[in-house]
């Protein structure tokens, strides 16, 4: 649930900046109660979804949102009257609705599940969801386009060694040989974009991104070193990265 509030305040988020620019309310947007508020909104409807697709009952899904909305609202009267900040007021609503939450998830315990008919094509979505996760995680450069950091190239062999290592999935032959020839690989690419430098780096770090979407491939379609499901997340946000940074190369030249 919590991993649903979160997609939530991730996917939607940027559809409010987005609003809020088209709208000409960003000022309003930005105040601490419509933000606490907005907030609470996006965490309620990632959460609705998800409790609804494991079949509880619209009440229990009623008293969940309560429990996400009505910590700010009791917190908005003391930072009206001037006793709380925006962060007191932001912080204080998270840290109440914890406590809300499991007193509902307490009540409902025992709760049978009601009877849900999904549709094949949501069955199919949700047995997808590490690419939903991994697009829901590039919503912000869907908005804004931008070239990364080349430094951050660094981190795309990383995940490989450290749950390869984990999982004791490098002893096989020439398993490390291959995971440290690609490290090495990233490495050298990562300080040839460094001291290039300008439209030449950006090029090379779009590049990097989208050749780890296909070593990700590679992984995924032999079930080597990661789980096919990291495999797949990590496949899927390479190569949304890429595409968006190529598409900032291409309009502003990087």
Not at 142 to 149: A, G, H, I, M, Q
Not at 210 to 227: I, N, S, T
């Amino acid at each position: 649930m919590a991993v649903a509030m979160v997609a939530g305040m991730l996917l939607l988020n940027p559809l409010w900046e987005a609003a809020g620019t088209l709208l000409g309310i960003e000022g309003p947007l930005g105040r601490p109660e419509v933000a606490a508020l907005v907030m609470a909104t996006d965490m309620t409807i990632g959460m609705t979804i998800w409790m609804r697709y494991r079949a509880h009952h619209w009440v229990a899904v009623g008293e969940m949102a309560a429990a996400m909305y009505v910590p700010f609202l009791l917190l908005l009267v003391p930072f009206r009257a001037g006793l709380l900040n925006g962060d007191a007021l932001l912080l204080g609503g998270h840290l109440l609705m914890v406590p809300a939450m499991v007193l509902v998830a307490v009540r409902h315990r025992h709760e049978a599940p009601v009877a849900v008919r999904r549709h094949p094509a949501v069955v199919a979505l949700a047995r997808r969801w590490p690419t939903g996760l991994a697009l829901l995680m590039t919503v912000d450069m869907w908005v804004d386009p931008s070239v990364l950091s080349p430094w951050t190239m660094l981190v795309l062999p990383g995940g490989y060694l450290l749950i390869g290592a984990a999982r004791r999935t490098l002893r096989g032959p020439g398993v490390l040989a291959t995971q440290l020839l690609g490290s090495a690989a990233w490495v050298a690419l990562t300080l040839a974009a460094v001291a290039a430098g300008g439209r030449t780096a950006a090029w090379l770090v779009a590049f990097g991104w989208l050749a780890h979407a296909g070593w990700d491939l590679v992984h995924h379609r032999r079930a080597r070193v990661v789980p096919r499901a990291y495999a797949e997340w990590c496949g899927v946000l390479d190569a949304a990265l890429a595409g968006m940074m190529v598409l900032a190369i291409l309009t502003t030249g990087g």
